[in-house]
């Protein structure tokens, strides 16, 4: 892969504007103008209002999607200066400028702003809610008597059961903001190919291949002619974008540590129990650190935890953990982003040929920590009757539109049924923005595909929704009472 070719400014429509008698007069670049389309976009906007750990929280603390895509954002953007000035300083990449590492901060600053875009409400789970009622419903579904499973084409039927966060930004910024025309967001093709985390279709997912591009899908069938075409503007292939390794590593710097605050802030999490389990981990991993490397470059977690947390009692901080705690974030993300950068840096050819398989984070000194913080996560908050009481609720919320959306759905646009006033009534909820996207892009199609742009048409519009407005819907549809 070839750094001319990945930071490609082509956009499927291009600028048809520009002045014939003053020339461009906007002197941002390409990427710089996607940075503004991103935050002007209803799309983003919502994820104010989008789970990332605790949904509808109360707390104005707690990390929205909107406030950690702006933390991966920031992070992304500074991976991309740091990396960019390593390749620069050490002659990683002769072809290499230094208007490339402009481009790619601009690049990366953006993508960390819509990689959870496409998400549904409740978070994760809510994927999870999303797959498993397609898996229950397809097989029993009918469309003039046969079973939808039977009836979709492979790819169309593993995408709803592989229902993919990713897959579905993809498929929003570039189809679903029909505004001007029928490109959405029309960002450039570099952004687009390094939002693109898992470059497989949902057939040809793998995810115990040890190979991170296969672990997920990376797009719809829907939008297959469009990541061909993206990946072959950008010379990047069925291989990942090596800016999709970078926005990566600013999620997982994000979400794990942040995860860690939100929940001490919630209580879930202590400051004795975070020390214990950063004592575990310290000991263990210094068994094993190179003594050089260890005496240079090594984060004792638990040892800066409590440096801190001495530092505020000495200090007369009134809640020494909390200071610790909050402080100890700031130490661990400034490590991680050292890692992260060496990381890069030390697999770069591997990764500019496309054979590198794992993250950045793997075989550095942060291996161990990231994966600890997941565990205390997962430990501490994700497996805790508070949050699985939480899931439950919205899993029923989802299940409930689902049924009775794709009922609708599956009607729509067919002259031989004829929709009743409820499903009427449904069918019209739905943004205008979607069913004109959805009756471009049938026109001339197949039923079956018609079919399967129908269901997508309702996937789309769950994902559109916040937290807020699906519970409200939800409330609304069976006559409930706030």
């Known amino acids: 892969m070839e750094w001319t070719r990945l930071l490609s400014t082509k956009r499927q429509r291009q600028n048809r504007y520009k002045s014939q008698k003053y020339g461009d007069a906007d002197l941002r670049s390409e990427f710089e103008k996607d940075y503004h389309r991103i935050i002007g976009s209803a799309s983003f906007r919502r994820l104010q209002d989008k789970t990332q750990v605790f949904p509808l929280d109360k707390s ?51 993508a960390g702003l819509i990689h959870d875009i496409g998400n549904p409400p409740f978070g994760h789970y809510g994927e999870a809610a999303i797959r498993e009622w397609f898996e229950r419903n397809l097989p029993l579904l009918t469309y003039h008597g046969t079973s939808l499973e039977e009836l979709l084409e492979p790819q169309m039927r593993e995408d709803f059961y592989h229902f993919e966060g990713n897959a579905q930004a993809l498929r929003l910024v570039s189809k679903l903001h ?36 296969e672990k997920k899908m990376g797009y719809y069938y829907a939008d297959r002619e469009l990541f061909e075409d993206i990946v072959s503007e950008t010379g990047a292939g069925n291989h990942r974008h090596p800016l999709t390794f970078i926005l990566e590593a600013a999620d997982d710097i994000a979400y794990k540590t942040a995860d860690i605050e939100d929940a001490f802030v919630k209580r879930f999490l202590t400051y004795h129990s975070l020390r214990d389990e950063l004592r575990k981990l310290q000991n263990r991993e210094k068994k094993y650190a190179d003594p050089e490397e260890k005496d240079q470059n090594w984060f004792c ?31 661990a993300q400034g490590f991680l982003i050292g890692c992260a950068t060496s990381g890069f840096t030390s697999h770069y050819e591997e990764i500019m040929e496309g054979t590198y398989k794992k993250d950045l984070f793997a075989g550095t000194l942060a291996e161990g920590l990231v994966k600890l913080l997941g565990e205390i996560a997962c430990k501490c908050v994700f497996k805790t009757e508070t949050i699985y009481r939480m899931e439950v609720k919205e899993a029923v919320m989802l299940d409930n539109l689902l049924d009775r959306f794709v009922g609708a759905a599956i009607k729509y646009d067919d002259p031989t049924q004829k929709l009743n006033s409820i499903e009427e009534r449904l069918i019209s909820f739905i943004s205008n923005n979607y069913k004109k996207a959805y009756r471009y892009h049938a026109e001339e199609k197949s039923e079956v595909y018609r079919l399967y742009l129908r269901l997508l048409l309702v996937t789309d519009y769950i994902c559109g929704m916040t937290d807020s407005y699906a519970k409200r819907l939800y409330q609304e549809l069976n006559a409930i009472m706030a």
């Not at 693109?196 to 057939?203: C, D, E, G, N």
């Not at 040892?303 to 953990?321: C, F, H, I, Q, S």
């Open 60 to 110: 104005d603390f707690i990390r929205t999607r909107l406030t950690h895509s702006m933390e991966v954002s920031s992070l992304a953007k500074s991976l991309g200066q740091n990396i960019g000035e390593s390749i620069l300083v050490h002659k990683k990449d002769f072809s290499f400028t230094v208007q490339m590492k402009e481009d790619i901060c601009n690049i990366l600053q953006c």
């Open 301 to 331: 977690p638990a040892d800066k935890l409590v440096e801190l947390y001495d530092r505020a009692k000495k200090n007369g901080v009134d809640d020494p953990g909390d200071y610790a705690v909050k402080n100890w974030i700031v130490k």
């Open 178 to 213: 029909f505004l001007v025309d029928e490109n959405g967001m029309n960002l450039t093709y570099a952004l687009l190919n390094t939002i693109i985390k898992y470059p497989v279709a949902s057939t040809k997912i793998h995810p115990e291949s040890g190979d991170i591009r």
